[in-house]
């Protein structure tokens, strides 16, 4: 067994998550919290100070008290992620309420199952279309009261509801609210099976919140004598968002909402907020590399951008070397050829996300390592970290100034870390979950004397880095016996430009395969080069020089992994995977057996074609 720990950086709070409010109002009452957009009045952003959101959860919280709801009870929200998430949430949190959070794309089953197990009293939507599916499963949910739909201003309607409360009873329930106090139920992303509720207290949140804010807060602002701001676009539902929310708060950091992830959406608006930082998922970086790279070869310019690539790991390589303190770093004309390239590539890409961000904290799932090099290189250092539901977000994470990029870095300060004999990682911290909500015996299969089985296999190297491999449960063993771990190979394919996701399959079989789908945009692309007549999705995909090239892809894919490993077969598929088919996660990992279910013909004919 191989065990790190690192030492913790904050003492523990004693109080609940709420009292951040109520405290950073009174010690800065001017301080800018939150910028929101108002609907109806374009892309501006409207400033909201300490001052005004201490009183308008306060308001809001009088509000659910005169609504009936008190100390312990548990209320849903469904929502993208907005404003009113957050004033939801502080102000369920100031009368000692628990959140539930809900995917607003989660079907009506899923939400029939959260919401009656939890037993919510109340639930909040965001629009007519989640109004009506929890409205269709009411039946099976004899404890909820009240459904209050954002877009049909609950809000005001509630505060209003509060006005004769006095503010004292809000405070009275405060205080009453300890570290060890549950704050959610958050539900896991179920890729393995059915979702199951993770308690997590106001001490986990608080605990991973202001140990991150003094490991990495030099981060949150590197470049800039003004206050650090971030625009959160992560799902609120989502165990990753609510912490960036949490620690927004408890550090003082300018917050923004986006409900959307994709461009159209998210990009404008980061350049109209222009963050100094951003948390994200590597998708994100998946699609802004494949846009980048696609803008390029459209306008001519495709091999300036495949050199200013090289440039950038080059340079980002020399950097890691130089900081991990096994080189000097770069040397005078790869210098040269990096400020360059600056000039003429990466300030466009550095752009995109508003043009102040120089540090980016990353996870949900893993990141490329080239891809983590390319960015660091072009001006923007991701710093990759991992954990779980169960572990309130981050249970590991790069260091500020010594990212080792591939790997998801060291324990955060609090945290210990643990490499079992089967190679599955153990961890232990303040972070760690209370347990699954009327899962006992789950419990006890996770928390073994006060370390969590995460159910991931890992490696932690002489520099006390941690790999992630894989899931224990997603393992591939072939008919022959041989076992893979499939997530090192499908992130290989991906790197092609043409590929979008790649789903290995293989588990009982005489060899592996693979599920591809190609991303549409470098798709047409490829064809208007080789001047291929318009055609449908199936046709496009007949083609023969595709099917070369994506071999191509396949086969420096295999260069990694030994015969038995290596994929043998492959079959395109003519779109993506997507969350509302069931075969994505909220948070866009993939459902393993739902996509076998879902593409069983195409995966019989791999093996008898």
């Known amino acids: 067994m191989h065990e790190l720990s690192t030492p913790p950086l904050a003492p523990p709070a004693p109080g609940g998550l709420a009292d951040s409010v109520y405290d950073t109002a009174e010690a800065s009452p001017d301080l800018l919290l ?71 794309t989660a079907a009506a089953e899923q939400v029939r199952w959260i919401l009656a197990e939890t037993h919510v009293v109340a639930c909040v939507v965001e629009n007519e279309d989640h109004a009506m599916t929890v409205g269709a499963v009411c039946d099976a949910l004899p404890h909820l009261a009240d459904i209050w739909q954002l877009d049909q201003r609950c809000v005001e309607l509630l505060v209003e509801d509060g006005r004769d409360i ?65 625009l959160l676009f992560l799902p609120l539902a989502h165990v990753y968002g609510r912490m960036v929310q949490i620690a927004a708060m408890r550090g003082g950091i300018r917050l923004g909402h986006v409900g959307e992830l994709g461009a159209d959406a998210l990009l404008p608006a980061l350049a109209s907020f222009r963050p100094t930082f951003l948390h994200a998922v590597p998708y994100v970086f998946e699609k802004l590399y494949a846009q980048a790279r696609q ?31 096994h080189g000097t770093g770069p040397g005078p004309g790869l210098k040269a050829r990096h400020l360059a390239f600056d000039r003429m590539v990466y300030q466009r890409i550095r752009a995109a996300l508003g043009g102040r961000v120089r540090n ?27 954990g779980l539901t169960e572990t309130s977000a981050a249970i590991t994470a790069n260091p500020p100034g010594r990212a080792k990029f591939g790997t998801v870095g060291k324990p955060v300060p609090g945290a210990t870390v643990l490499i079992a004999e089967d190679g599955e990682v153990w961890v232990r911290g ?145 779109r993506d995977f997507t969350v509302e088919q069931g075969l994505l996660t909220p948070s866009l990992k993939m459902r393993r057996k739902a996509i076998a279910d879902w593409y069983a013909a195409d995966i019989e004919e791999l093996y008898t074609s």
């Open 295 to 325: 803008a390029a070869a459209t306008a001519g310019r495709g091999e300036l951008f495949e050199r200013a690539a090289e440039v950038a790991i080059r340079w980002a390589r020399a950097n890691e070397r130089k900081a991990l303190g």
């Open 166 to 230: 006095p503010d004292a009873l809000v405070h009275r329930q405060r205080l009453a609210v300890t570290a060890e106090s549950v704050a959610t139920v958050i539900y896991t992303s179920g890729t393995t099976g059915r979702p199951k509720g993770c308690l997590l207290t106001h001490g986990n949140f608080s605990a991973e919140a202001d140990n991150m804010l003094a490991g990495w807060g030099s981060l949150f602002n590197e470049h800039s004598n003004e206050q650090a701001s971030s």
């Open 360 to 386: 980016v904290m990353c996870g949900g799932s893993t990141l490329n390592r080239d891809l983590g090099l390319f960015f660091a290189g072009a001006g923007m250092t991701v710093y990759e970290g991992y």
């Open 34 to 104: 939150y910028s929101r957009r108002v609907a109806g009045q374009g892309d501006g952003w409207h400033d909201v100070s300490a001052r005004r959101f201490r009183d308008e959860v306060l308001g809001l919280a009088k509000g659910l008290l005169a609504r009936g709801i008190r100390f312990g009870d548990r209320v849903a929200l469904m929502s993208r992620t907005r404003y009113e998430w957050t004033l939801f949430d502080y102000a369920l949190w100031s009368i000692g309420a628990i959140t539930v959070p809900v995917y607003p």
């Open 430 to 574: 303040g972070s760690v979950f209370a347990g699954y909500l009327n899962h006992p015996r789950c419990t006890a299969e996770a928390l073994r004397d006060g370390w969590f089985a995460t159910g991931d296999l890992g490696s932690l190297d002489g520099d006390g880095y941690l790999t992630i491999i894989g899931r224990k449960k997603e393992l591939i063993v072939t008919s022959s016996g041989k076992n893979l771990a499939p997530a090192a190979l499908e992130e290989r394919v991906r790197l092609h430009p043409l590929v979008s996701q790649c789903l290995v399959v293989g588990d009982n079989r005489p060899y592996v395969a693979a599920l591809i789908t190609l991303d549409p945009r470098a798709l047409d692309h490829w064809q208007q080069v080789r001047r291929r007549p318009p055609q449908d999705e199936w046709t496009a995909l007949a083609d023969e020089e595709l099917h070369a090239e994506i071999q191509r892809a396949v086969a420096a894919a295999n260069t990694a992994v030994s015969r038995a490993e290596s994929i043998r077969a492959f079959r395109l598929l003519p």
